[in-house]
């Protein structure tokens, strides 16, 4: 293999192989102490079964590049997901659904006689709409005597998110950002509410889980040989159905039902569309942020268009509901993501480099930035100048919305403060978008102060 | 808090919890399955008998 071949940042917690990146494609190599194991999901028919249903990320096997060939060890090229998306920028539905996935995909393995041996959300994409598992090495030969060996990983990377949603608050997903392994059942338990033991599997998955401290017993191989085939389906049957009746805890938030309660909401909401498609059929792009998407109004103008589009908000409601909405539409284009913009995803893990932040993931040659400048202009004191930079590093294109001084909403943001906000006008917001971008088109939206513009980047 | 766990495999410890709600959950199956037949002792079969007739109105047709 090429010496300049480097395995992914993130990709090094596996003994069995490693991704890598190469002319701009990531690859998989598996070493030969997997082959064995890889051979059996290729032909025990699981593999088939799990990439026809979307399941599994379909690959390539690559025997003929010199370049990337390397004794005894097997390449192969996955097909490529656009937009890495991870869990804790996920809404309820998703992480539900991501959950589900590895269950089934579980179940699904001991069909065929293999077994899931690792369960952690960062091996699971949305592709096309749809949750998807990227990781081919997870697979292993299933020894039907032995319990689950990713049970205690599947509680504290899926159970515990969901059930903070469940019982706590939407937004408390977030945390997984600062326990990427899992959170502990222990933390996870001092957050839970006092009632949540009283439910059966929450007593048994949780609380139970968390008192069998596993540094008090050392008998684990004698335990090890107590399962069966039908204990097994007992036990992924079960957190399946505990799963599916999760629901998100009811809280409001900020942005809820946005366009439905405001005043502005029909007349200014049409007019605007109107405007956005004006604006946009005049530019030629494929791809497109929408930042602010909050119910995803403006990207879903897009659907099954061809147009690649990331819809971010910071709202865990309003992305629940617009990943919702395509799910049952079966929208392929529109990849919704949760992102406080002002605070966006870091870059977290090891040397920082295992997850990369917001900002080196999302690109577009089309960003949206509706009603959004004067939050993070007056709600959260970004100069303008740090706003502009922001967004031209991000796309080609910028559709971007001035909400003026004289404005209901800017008036509300400033009744309670003081204004220092000397340059929020026309001419100052003119003035410092025209340092990176050029003004292509301008209007005003019929029946309120604000203004549309379309701008290209200098 | 002890993080007793970082120092161990993460599948160990939950092996005999595992074995627990198996065997929980098998347990709740059979009274489950048990209830269903005691009911179906006192409540008519006419539902099935109904739906019986209907496979076979629809297998006709085809």
Known sequence: MASDIARHPSSFKDSNGFIFKHNEKYYRCIHASYLEHYQSLMQSGLYDRLTTGSWLIPHEEIKDDPELSYAGDLIILPQQVPVITYPYEWSFAMWQDAALLTLNIAKASIEKGMMLKDATPFNIQFVEGKPVFIDTLSFEKYNEQKPWI??????????????????????????????????????????????????????????????????????HAKDANRFSKAKMFLLLNGLISYVEKLKPRKNKTTWDDYYAATILSTQYLQEKTRLVQAFLATISFTTMVDLGANDGHFSMLYKNTGKQVIAVDGDANCINELYLQIRQQKISNILPIINTLHAPSPAIGWNNEERTSFHDRVRGEVILALALVHHLAIACNIPLEFIVNWLSAMGKYLLVEFVPKTDEKVKLLLQNREDIFMAYTFEGFEQAFSKKFRIMLQEKITGTDRVLYLMQIK | MKYTFLYLDPGSGSYLLQVIIATALGGLMFFKNFWIKVKSIFIKQKPQEELKEDERQEQEQL
């Open chain 1, 150 to 219: 990713a049970y205690r990983q599947f509680c504290e990377c899926f159970l515990a998110p969901l059930l903070l949603q469940h019982y706590c608050h939407v937004e408390t997903a977030k945390i997984f950002a600062s326990y990427p392994g899992g959170i502990p059942l222990e933390i996870l338990k001092s957050l839970l509410p006092g009632k949540a033991k009283w439910n059966l599997h929450t007593y048994l998955h949780v609380y139970l889980q968390a008192a069998m401290k596993a540094g008090k017993r050392k008998d």
